[in-house]
């Protein structure tokens, strides 16, 4: 039987889909669809003298995203939402993730609802046009019980939902008891990643702050493939400290970070990558991440 042409192109139409799609698969996200910025955490003590100046600086040195970590009865280090965005629309920098602890007064059980700052919270990030708005830790009284524990993650799942309605992500981003703590026999971690649903919450894996625990990312990012849209990149020295270790340039350190952000490209489902360092050895909070950008343009990020 002698095949049509038109039945020839169709079934050569589908492979080549078939083909496409099987390559996105396998390679992971596209390398223009890649986010990288950095935790301005990581300059605070110059964000607290002088943000306008210091945020010029990290304009200055190649970073297009910046993630906030003070964001206070409505204002972004000091300034309204409104007039923050024109700081950084004037810089050229956008504000793609923030960090902001939903605690458990953010969340009335009784009316089911959410609370009116917490409303805030979403409606600022949204206005200064975040992709994600993330939670950095948990309250201790929401993680008592094992029961306390679900009731909160059904919560974060609700809050995905807040956050879809005006664009964006609601994401978690990990310390080190999420690894040491155990509920049910249960670790923390693996609650919340059994409970938290992917389509409504997205989980923000810091590689460093769970080193101390004991815990791996490479190991993470093999348990939960494709679970991981962001990343904190951090690497970590050993210290004579209670934690035992701090946060060092990248490379320098004992965590495989380079090894890391490339297996979080290729199956964690990592998009957004942004670097922070909260320990300077010797050099200042805005050299290091100077150095630490280009390191990650070395490879190839």
């Known amino acids: 039987m002698t095949t049509s042409r038109r039945t020839f192109l169709k079934n050569s139409a589908l492979l080549m889909a078939g083909t496409t799609l099987l390559s996105k698969a396998s390679f992971g996200a596209s390398k223009t669809s890649e986010i990288i910025g950095v935790q301005l955490y990581s300059v605070r003590e110059d964000m607290k003298k002088d943000p306008v100046g210091t945020l010029t600086q990290i304009a200055k040195m190649g970073y297009k995203n910046v993630e906030h970590a003070n964001y206070i009865e409505r204002k972004f280090n000091g300034y309204t939402a ?6 950084l629309d004037s810089l050229g920098l956008k504000m793609v993730s923030g960090h902001t602890v939903m605690r458990k007064e953010h969340w009335d059980p009784g009316k089911k609802q959410f609370s009116d700052s917490w409303k805030y919270t979403i409606e600022d990030a949204a206005y200064l046009g975040q992709k994600y708005v993330v939670s950095p830790s948990m309250d201790n009284s929401m993680r008592t019980t094992y029961d306390d524990m679900l009731r909160y993650m059904d919560v974060f799942n609700l809050c995905g939902e ?83 270790y701090e946060s060092s340039i990248l490379g320098e350190g004992i965590i495989p970070a380079k ?42 990020y």
Not at 273 to 295: G, H, W
């Open 82 to 87: 409104v007039e923050f965005k024109k700081i």
């Open 259 to 300: 090894e890391i952000v490339d297996l979080g490209r290729k199956s964690g489902g990592t998009t957004c990558f942004i670097i922070e360092q909260e320990s300077y050895q010797n050099m200042t909070p805005i050299e290091s991440v100077k150095k630490d950008l280009a390191i990650m343009k070395k490879w190839g």
């Open 162 to 244: 807040l956050c879809q309605k005006s664009g964006m992500k609601f994401s978690y981003h990990n310390h080190s008891f999420e690894f040491s703590e155990k509920l049910n026999n249960i670790k923390i971690f693996d609650i919340m990643m059994q409970r938290m649903d992917p389509n409504r919450v997205v989980m923000q894996l810091d590689i460093g702050n769970m080193y101390i625990a004991g815990a791996k990312a490479l190991d993470i990012l093999g348990q939960y493939p494709g679970r991981f849209e962001l990343m904190h990149v951090k690497d970590e020295i050993a210290v004579n400290t209670p934690e035992k």
